[in-house]
T-cell receptor, first 113, second 114 residues
């Protein structure tokens, strides 16, 4: 099976712009989670989507949003970008059962200038 | 509140020496525990996981970890490291039965010296 794919791999934006990141999970996986990784804060959970519904949510402002499509692909959107949003955004997929084993994609490196 | 503590931010070790990376957690509910490795400019790769059963868990690349419920620890060990093990290692905890998603430790950078 193909692994988790994320597009684009690198992105440069300016403050105030918005950005959309995409994640395609492993075939058959119904859950997609998003994480933000920064040197200062480490890995922080953004949200999880399961069967097109947000199932869990971390402590991020409303500028961060997501959605999941019927084919389980997910997008994450960040509006009104701030310098502090510069980070590696990781997507992880799992079957959706209770074992919580997640498979991570390579990430999208977002730089906000 | 749930939390994960990785006490060592960096661990230097000589090649072929043993290594232990420490992880302690706090949780009010039953947990699943994971160790992931991240190589530069890559995502996270699962090394091993504890869901239930035997407290000694063996993973890929010769790594193992032991779940100690009384000490709320899940330390990662390898008897003999290689240069290629140089990477960042993350411990993570999630609530059993989906009570909460992954909480990651701050990571330990393992540097294997020749």
């Amino acid at each position: 099976k193909a692994g988790v794919t994320q597009t684009p791999r690198y992105l440069i934006k300016t403050r105030g712009q918005q950005v959309t990141l995409s994640c395609s999970p492993i075939s058959g996986h119904r859950s997609v989670s998003w994480y933000q990784q920064t040197p200062g804060q480490g890995l922080q959970f953004l949200f999880e989507y399961f069967s097109e519904t947000q199932r869990n949510k971390g402590n991020f402002p409303g500028r961060f949003s997501g959605r999941q499509f019927s084919n389980s692909r997910s997008e994450m959107n960040v509006s009104t970008l701030e310098l502090g949003d510069s980070a590696l955004y990781l997507c992880a997929s799992e079957e959706g059962t209770q074992n919580n084993e997640q498979f991570f994609g390579p990430g999208t490196r977002l730089t906000v200038l | 509140a749930q939390s994960v503590t990785q006490l060592d931010s960096q661990v230097p070790v000589f090649e072929e020496a043993p290594v232990e990376l420490r992880c302690n957690y706090s949780s009010s509910v039953s947990v699943y525990l994971f160790w992931y490795v991240q190589y530069p400019n890559q995502g996270l790769q699962l090394l091993l996981k504890y869901l239930s059963g035997s407290t000694l868990v063996k993973g890929i690349n010769g790594f193992e970890a032991e779940f100690n419920k009384s000490q709320t620890s899940f330390h990662l060990r390898k008897p003999s490291v290689h240069i290629s093990d140089t990477a960042e290692y993350f411990c993570a905890v999630s609530g059993a039965s989906g009570t909460y998603k992954y909480i990651f430790g701050t990571g330990t950078r393992l540097k294997v010296l020749a």
